[in-house]
C-alpha cells in the first residue's frame, strides 16, 4: 500500500462502493450488486429478484444517465438503465461493458466502463438534492439541501437559488436532531418522512466524519411511492490527508480512473494538481506556485499545472516532477521556478538534467533557480548542452517562457 496523497486532490470512490459504505452507517440505499462481465450482470439481478432493475455505469464522473456511448449510435441509451427482466440487464450490460461513456463531466474523451452496478428498480415520487462539504471558510461541515435533484445543482444555484438551503454544523456540539429538521423543511417533509430525514442527516454526518469526506453528494434522494427516503445516487470523495487513518478506503482506489500523472505525484509525494493551461511548472514550495501561475497569466497564458516540489526534494523526485509534466499532452513550455532555502539548485539542476536525458524534450525549457548552492546548479545546466533557456527572476522566467512558446507556435 502506498503512503497518504499530499496532493489537494481528494480520492474518489465508485458509487457502489460509496452506498456499501453508507449502508453501514444506517443511510438507506436500494439493494445491489457489482458486475464484471455481462454474465455476472445477469446473475446479479436473477439473485436480487423482483420486477425492475438499474444498470448502472461505474465510473468517476456523473452526468451518467445523460451521457452516451461513443462506439453506439446516437439515439442509444446512456449510462443509466431502467430495465424490466434479467435478460434485459444482460444484455444492457453487454452493450455497455468496455464501451466509452462520455458525459458532461468525463471530457469529451470520456471513460470506458469497466464496472457496473446493477440495483432493484426504485419507483420514484420527488428527486432532491442533498450534499455536503467542508466548508474552509467556516471550518464546518456544511449541508446543502434542495428540493430540485437529479439535475445539474450548479443550474439550480444559477437560475432559482431560492430553493437552495445551506447551513453548517459546530463540530463542537455535532449533528443534532435540528439539523435534520432543517433538512426535512428545506425538502418540505413532515410527519414520518421528517423523522426519516432526521435519521439520515444524523448518519450521513457519521459516516461523513468518521470517514474524514471531503465530499459527499446525493443526487437523487429520492422519495419513493411507498414513502421512502433513498440514496439513489452516491459521489463521495475523501480527504487526501486523512487517508492514512483509512486502510479500509484505500483500498477502494480504482487506479484505473486516476490519472497517471497523479499517481505518480503520490508516489513521490508531490503536491500536483492539473489544469487546462499549456504552461508545465515546477516550483518549490506553494506559494511561489501560486506566484508563478498568476504571473504566467499576467503575461497571457494559463498555466497546466500547480506542482509543488516541497522543501527538501531529492534528485528522483525532481525527476518524477518533471516526467508528469512532460506527460500531459497540452504542455507546450515548461517553467521552472525555485527559490532554495533548504531546496539545493543542484539537486534541482541535476533532477532536471536527468529527467530531460531519460525523456527527451520536445518543448521550450525555462529554469530559473536562486538561493543555496544557485552557482553549481547554472554550471550543470550550463555545461549539460541542453537547450534550456536561464532566467534571472520569476518575471523574466515568465516573460522568457511565455514568449519561447509563442515561437514555437509561429
Ligand atoms: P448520474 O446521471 O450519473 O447522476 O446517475 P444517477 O444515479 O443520478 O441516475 C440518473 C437518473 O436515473 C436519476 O436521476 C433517476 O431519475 C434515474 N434513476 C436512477 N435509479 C433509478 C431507479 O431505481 N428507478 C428509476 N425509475 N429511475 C432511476
Ligand atoms: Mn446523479
Redesign the pocket.
Known amino acids: 500500500m502506498r503512503g497518504p496523497r499530499r496532493g489537494r486532490n481528494p480520492m474518489n470512490i465508485h ?1 457502489y462502493q460509496a452506498k456499501a459504505l453508507l449502508k453501514e452507517f444506517g443511510v438507506p440505499v ?1 439493494r445491489g450488486l457489482a458486475a464484471f462481465t455481462p454474465q455476472d450482470a445477469e446473475a446479479a439481478a436473477a439473485k436480487l429478484g423482483g420486477i ?1 432493475f ?1 444498470v ?1 455505469a461505474q465510473i468517476h464522473a ?5 451521457g452516451k456511448f461513443k462506439e453506439l449510435p446516437a439515439e442509444a441509451k446512456g ?2 438503465r ?1 430495465v424490466k427482466t434479467a435478460a434485459d440487464v444482460k444484455a444492457n450490460a453487454a452493450e455497455m461493458l468496455g464501451n466509452t461513456l462520455v ?1 458532461i463531466q468525463t471530457g469529451p474523451d470520456g471513460k470506458q466502463v469497466n464496472r457496473l452496478y446493477i ?1 432493484e ?4 415520487d420527488k ?1 432532491f438534492y442533498l450534499s455536503m462539504l467542508v466548508d474552509r471558510a467556516t471550518a464546518r461541515v456544511a449541508f446543502v439541501v434542495s428540493t430540485e ?2 439535475m445539474d445543482i450548479e443550474e439550480v444555484a444559477h437560475a432559482t437559488p431560492e430553493r437552495i438551503v445551506t447551513f453548517s454544523v459546530d463540530p463542537a456540539t455535532g449533528v443534532q436532531p435540528l439539523h435534520g429538521r432543517k433538512v426535512a423543511q428545506a425538502l418540505g417533509l413532515s410527519g414520518d418522512l421528517a423523522k426519516q430525514a432526521v435519521a439520515l442527516t444524523a448518519n450521513l454526518y457519521r459516516a461523513f466524519t468518521d470517514k474524514d469526506m471531503s465530499l459527499l453528494e446525493i ?2 434522494l429520492v422519495l419513493t411511492r411507498d414513502d421512502r427516503l433513498v440514496c ?2 452516491a459521489k463521495v470523495g475523501f480527504d487526501s490527508n486523512a487517508l492514512f487513518r483509512h486502510p479500509e478506503v484505500v483500498q477502494l482506489r480504482d487506479e484505473s480512473e486516476e490519472d497517471f500523472k497523479e499517481i505518480e505525484a503520490s508516489r513521490y509525494d508531490l503536491s500536483y494538481i492539473a489544469l487546462d493551461g499549456t504552461i508545465g511548472c515546477m516550483v518549490n514550495g506553494a506559494g511561489l506556485a501560486m506566484a508563478t501561475m498568476d504571473i504566467i497569466k499576467l503575461y497571457g497564458r494559463e498555466p497546466a499545472n500547480f506542482l509543488d516540489v516541497g522543501g527538501g526534494a531529492t534528485k528522483e523526485k525532481v525527476t518524477a516532477a518533471f516526467k508528469i509534466i512532460t506527460a500531459d499532452p497540452n504542455v507546450e513550455g515548461i517553467l521552472v521556478n525555485i527559490f532554495g532555502g533548504i531546496m539545493r539548485c543542484d539537486v534541482i539542476a541535476e533532477g532536471v538534467i536527468a529527467a530531460v536525458r531519460q525523456m527527451g524534450l520536445n518543448v521550450p525549457l525555462v529554469v530559473r533557480l536562486a538561493g543555496t548552492n544557485v552557482e553549481e546548479g547554472k554550471k550543470i545546466i550550463r555545461e549539460s548542452g541542453l537547450n534550456v533557456i536561464p532566467a534571472d527572476d520569476l518575471d523574466d522566467a515568465a516573460q522568457k517562457i511565455v514568449a519561447a512558446v509563442k515561437k514555437e507556435a509561429a
Open positions: 458509487e436500494s425492475a438499474v448502472k456523473g452526468g451518467r444517465g445523460k449510462g443509466v431502467v458525459t440495483e428498480g426504485a419507483s420514484i428527486e435533484g437529479g443526487n437523487p439513489l445516487d
